[in-house]
């Protein structure tokens, strides 16, 4: 039975997981709630206007929203871009070496947090790869699977040891799908991945990537 220096000497190495564990749970939290709080004017704007919903990775607008990350970022490295039903999400690597998250809305680009590079050295890709058509077009194949579930999210990213793709998110609580497609083209799934999925995970929140 361990004496009481033992136990003593325990406790803290405790309290210090315990408190890095809640800690890594706030940051993420707190990620997901930022960017779902980023797409509700969007939301709310249709609903009041009573026009029928348009998903931005859906619509032909897609491509003036890109036009500005390749006009503001095209010279960064980029490690991720998300479009989602009303905004697009970028992590670019800026001139100061960290990796910033910007979002696009409306023709308008805002710089909203900033973190060290994590992938520093790694390969990334840049605003030349976004393609609005590839990015309909590879939302319209996946339609066309027939799968159960709501498109919430569709991505640029290169995932570990993996090659660039256009992934797809099928929200279909509670096992919801994700689709990787070759980004230069074809309706062929390179890749699925699946992901546990409940009324509280956010687009943001599922941590697939």
């Known amino acids: 039975m361990p004496d009481r220096t033992e136990l003593d000497a325990r406790r803290p190495n405790r309290r210090k997981k315990y408190v890095a564990a809640i800690a890594l749970s706030v940051v993420v939290a707190i990620a997901a709630v930022v960017v779902i709080a980023g797409d509700v004017p969007g939301r709310i704007t249709r609903a009041l206007s009573g026009l029928p919903p ?3 990775f859906s619509a032909q607008r897609l491509d003036a929203e890109l036009d500005v990350v390749r006009a503001r970022l095209g010279d960064q ?3 991720r871009v998300d479009v989602t039903s009303n905004l697009i999400s970028v992590e670019a690597v800026a001139h100061d070496g960290r990796l910033h998250l910007y979002w696009v809305r409306d023709g308008q680009l805002e710089d909203e947090d900033s973190m060290p590079d994590l992938h520093a050295g790694e390969a990334g890709f840049t605003a030349a790869d976004l ?3 590839r990015i309909r ?3 319209s194949d996946v339609r066309n699977l027939g799968k159960p579930g709501e498109i ?3 991505s640029y990213l290169i995932g570990q040891r993996r090659p660039l ?3 797809v998110w099928i929200r279909h609580d509670p096992v919801s799908s994700v689709l ?3 980004p230069q083209g074809g309706s ?3 890749r699925e991945e699946w992901i546990e999925t409940d009324e509280h995970t956010s687009v943001f929140g599922g941590c697939w990537c």
């Open 188 to 190: 062929a799934v390179v």
């Open 180 to 182: 990787h497609l070759d």
């Open 152 to 154: 919430q999210l569709v």
């Open 131 to 133: 393609s609005g058509q």
């Open 54 to 56: 348009e998903d931005l």
């Open 137 to 139: 077009a590879a939302v």
């Open 77 to 79: 490295v980029l490690r």
């Open 165 to 167: 793709s256009v992934a």
